[in-house]
């Protein structure tokens, strides 16, 4: 099997964050700020990445604003000739610090959505006044140019704002908005009975989505993750496993995606002992579930085994307990039709939360 370079590289910085969502992508143990890698390992590690073939560097946490060595993180990594985004909440950026990351030559900004007004996001988001000063960072973002996605994480409780999300975006001049439906892995999964989004809402938003994307052609980019515990065939998850991105744990683990660590039969290689290259091509965690010789039925002689890849691999390992199994959101998995009926009873579950826990 012919093995391609990776296109993206998320480095997590740190899992250190202001806000607290309960749908945060972290894992449920997360590093403490004394394990997390200096300034001086990361921009080697830029460096490793643009040497490997990465063009793109999405600069994530947790609160990536969080670390006060962000511009000169910026400043190396586009000295190793890398596209980079930065991935925030806003909360902890000034205008003073944007002009600074501007200088530095950041490219790009994604900036988080909790929800359309104060009330939703400092809930869902657990920090007060944080909407008030998103919509300051917003502001800055615009006039000082830089290009802008917007990015919705949609569940039961604010998927009727999502008409309201996509107006957002185009006020505030973003050229792409990403609407996202919760994906149940980490700290979501604690909270699915709250976040579970009902059959009738997965089908007014797939609506929604598709008269926005006709009527704002040209304007925005609407990219749409759908709710798939609701779903008949699952997602592509990562483009495929070890097959375009990679991303690096603020402890210098490398992971094949965010979620990885909860399937426990995997062993990650660490940029603090491995070249990065040696862990792309060679490590067990990357090749584990590389290609198709890995699947079991019905996806070893399925039609599309090679359009999802048999779905995701860590929701896999959360549903049904084996990592290699077919996702359950498929049609064709024999755990599908439970699925669903576990869907529809979360949906109708209680609104309470567990928010996420704050890094050391
Ligand atoms: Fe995808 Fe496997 Fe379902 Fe086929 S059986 S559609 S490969 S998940
Ligand atoms: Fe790990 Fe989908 S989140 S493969």
Redesign the pocket.
């Known amino acids: 099997m012919s093995i391609n370079p990776p296109i993206a590289m998320l480095a997590e910085l740190t899992h250190r964050c202001p806000l607290s969502c309960p749908y945060c992508s972290n894992p449920v143990e997360l590093t403490r700020r004394d394990a997390e890698l200096d300034t001086a390992t990361w921009a080697d590690v830029f460096r490793q990445a643009a040497d490997l073939g990465v063009l793109q560097l999405h600069l994530s946490g947790g609160e990536p604003v969080s670390r006060r060595d962000l511009v000169d993180l910026v400043v190396a990594a586009r000295e190793a000739g890398l596209y980079t985004n930065l991935i925030t909440s806003g909360i902890g950026l000034t205008e003073k610090r944007l002009t600074e990351l501007d200088a530095a030559g950041l490219d790009h900004i994604q900036l988080s959505l909790q929800g359309t007004d104060a009330e939703m996001a400092d809930r869902i988001g657990g920090y007060r006044g944080g909407f008030a000063r998103k919509m300051d960072v917003a502001r800055w973002i615009g006039e000082i140019g830089f290009p802008l996605t917007l990015n919705a994480v949609l569940h039961r409780q604010n998927l009727h704002q999502l008409p309201r999300a996509i107006e957002m975006a185009v006020e505030m001049g973003a050229r792409r908005i990403e609407v996202a439906t919760v994906q149940f892995h980490g700290w979501a999964l604690l909270s699915r009975d709250a976040l579970m989004p009902t059959r009738e809402q997965a089908r007014e938003a797939d609506a929604i989505v598709a008269e926005a994307r006709a009527r704002l052609k040209g304007t925005l980019v609407i990219d749409y993750v759908p709710a798939d515990y609701h779903s008949d065939?699952?997602k592509r998850c990562m483009g495929g496993w070890g097959t375009t991105g990679l991303n690096v744990a603020p402890d210098g683990l490398v992971l094949p995606c965010h979620a990885a660590q909860t399937i426990p039969t995997l062993h990650f290689d660490n940029v603090r002992e491995k070249r990065l290259r040696e862990i792309w091509y060679e490590g067990a965690a990357f090749n584990a579930f590389r290609g198709t010789e890995w699947?079991q039925?019905?996806?070893?002689s399925?039609?599309?085994?090679?359009?999802?890849?048999?779905?995701c691999r860590c929701q896999a390992m959360a549903l049904v307990g084996d990592a290699a199994a077919?996702?359950p959101?498929?049609?064709?998995?024999p755990h599908h039709g439970e699925l669903q009926e576990r869907a529809d009873a979360f949906a109708a579950g209680e609104a309470g939360f567990t928010a996420r826990a704050a890094a050391g």
């Open positions: 065939y699952p699947m039925e019905p996806c070893r399925c039609e599309r085994r090679e359009v999802d890849f048999g779905g077919t996702d959101v498929c049609i064709k998995s």
